[in-house]
């Protein structure tokens, strides 16, 4: 595997992703995980994904490693996968994801307790949402959703799945005073879905410490 | 147009502000739009303009193209521009401007829907105003307009015209939860501006999430 | 000792790690003060430690020295220990610390004046308690001790002592409206419990300005 | 004056201080001015300055000039002196600074205009007021006094002049929405200064947005 080219490129893309997210602020004390899915000539590799522990500023394309469906490592290699691994797994067989990003910023760890209990944050207004996927307009509402927090990762999986199926272009969810998942075909559209949501989570945790109007969401008429 | 010294030199700067701004993280998720104005040498083509989706962290000269009067690119070129590129027309049809940047800063974007209904935002009382060209003391108001947000640019461009034509030296407007238009009469002045409002736009965030003291804003008297 | 090896590797690791506190806003106007154990060959030596008065964004290796169990330097050396060499050494004497940092951020002055009376800031629900050391779920509650801040730092040392020795797995302290102490066993892990103090210090400045839901910290229920 | 050592090198270390306080962001829009006294040889220049309207964060030792008493370039220089000079030569006529630095920070701006009809802020209980010199203690109370902003910067100086006099070892003071002003005997001190005001005006823009507890600025007693 660690010859296999997609595998190498990969295993590059996401310790230079993780480094980023780490200058952003989004990846304190050896935190987070990032993986990009692998072509089916891969198998039984499913997708590389960063090794549990490694302090993310530092973080070197050794550090990726490549798992199976059952999140076993298939490659000769000293990391080992987090527990984590099984949200990206079951987010590879349930959404149409070629990369998942899960970081732990500020804003997604407050939002996500803050909103805990109404089960998701509604993104709405805000000319940047068009940044996601299937978005053509600030005019609408993008829905959030919130899981609590486990450490029993296969259940919280199996938890999360059924939401997401029925969610229509849902790109992201938050785990309560956790952090976010991001994903998108590509990591670099996963890279942008990711930049998208942490900005508007710290426009919301703004606006929800401090209010704001309610009608800029609304289109302008433009006969006003 | 591509070998044309003048589109060459603004290509290279507006690659050069865009990756700066993103740096401030005034551009996120590929959002955002940056212009010069060419001289008449260049016409049909206006000005040189960001081509629209390009991630502003890693944005190249040659992610910048020539547009014509119409917005239609008039070099060959494998970008698209911006629907916003109407804005940036409309802004070197109306006022005096040789450079438009438009950035999606969080204050902005905030700030901009707190206080769209009320169609303005005054800035007063600051010593930072005078980086402003035209503004000589800090014992004045900066009206900047907030229009609604569009998804029609031609439709927007025609209503925030008149509004322009009659504010004497306005040099930048909000579009509600969207973001920030500065401009200048150079590139190195537009920076300023930007720099200048995107600075007060974070005060006036904070003194409208905590309040302070009215009396500030009032010119000192020597005698006292 | 200026020769012997492993100081020279541990002055190299405390320079770099003072500039990157330096580079995280948590080492102003030359504060702070970093040092690892030294090994019992180096006796007298105890442990290596930042000299007093150093600017930690240009902290170089030769700021470092070596010192005694009376906190004496036992190297040729211009620089001059710390008077708080003394909680240093304490740490190393009462808990099982390789490496102890103490930090001057914004969250640690601030909250640790806020909740001065208290005793202790209690750290619960949030997923990157993980990140430190015998912690292994985010259910659970970490208290973070706060002492009133002293310039007699033998007097605060022995005041310190015994609430240290009852503390099960306690990895840090606060001293009101001063800083963080942050330890570990040895700096990369006395490392990655900074980053994460740091983080939570910053996630309760928010809740405790503008709070957050209560029922985030419990466990979730599978079957809910 | 550009051959004179001392100018040569206070030239150099000001551009640097700048480019600094740049990339803190307290020196937005072109604003801010340093200056560093230079030695009674180099009559009739009294200090190196900083010129008017320069970018600071691409600021060039070329972009320094030395200034009489009068306010008045001494070199050969396009540049050209900042009205705000005259609040460099009052201090260095009226305290014993060899260094004067002004910023224009978030936090200075916000609370300058807070506390302006106070005439001052009072920062005690931080530990960091020990980087101010002259201060062995937490436990004190640090004036800094707030003028009004004016325009008229020869009027501004005869009005600061006297209250500075009075002053028992002030090293700063603020103009109401403008900015900071901070010195010490060397460029060193001044910039620790700089440093130690920034963080604390943070510090306490902070708890006036959101309170903390009064006890945190007594001295503990060892006995408690």
Known sequence: MDTFPDFKVSAEELADLARWAYRKGWAPGTSTNYSVRLPDAAVPAVCAITS???DKEIIEPSDVLAVDRD???????GGKPSAETWLHL????????????HTHSLPAALLSRLAADQGQLTLGGW?????????????????LPIFPNSQDMRALAAQIKPRLRDAESCHGFLLAGHGLYAWGKDLREAKRHLEVFEFLLECEREVR????????GSEHSPGR
């Open 52 to 54: 549990t522990g490694v």
């Open 71 to 77: 999140g076993r490592p298939v490659n000769v290699h």
């Open 90 to 101: 079951m987010l590879y067989e349930t959404v149409a994801a070629g990369a998942v990003l």
């Open 127 to 143: 000319e940047l949402l068009k940044g996601l996927n299937g978005i053509a307009t600030h005019a609408c509402e993008v829905m």
């Open 209 to 216: 410490s401090h209010g704001h109007a309610s009608s800029a």
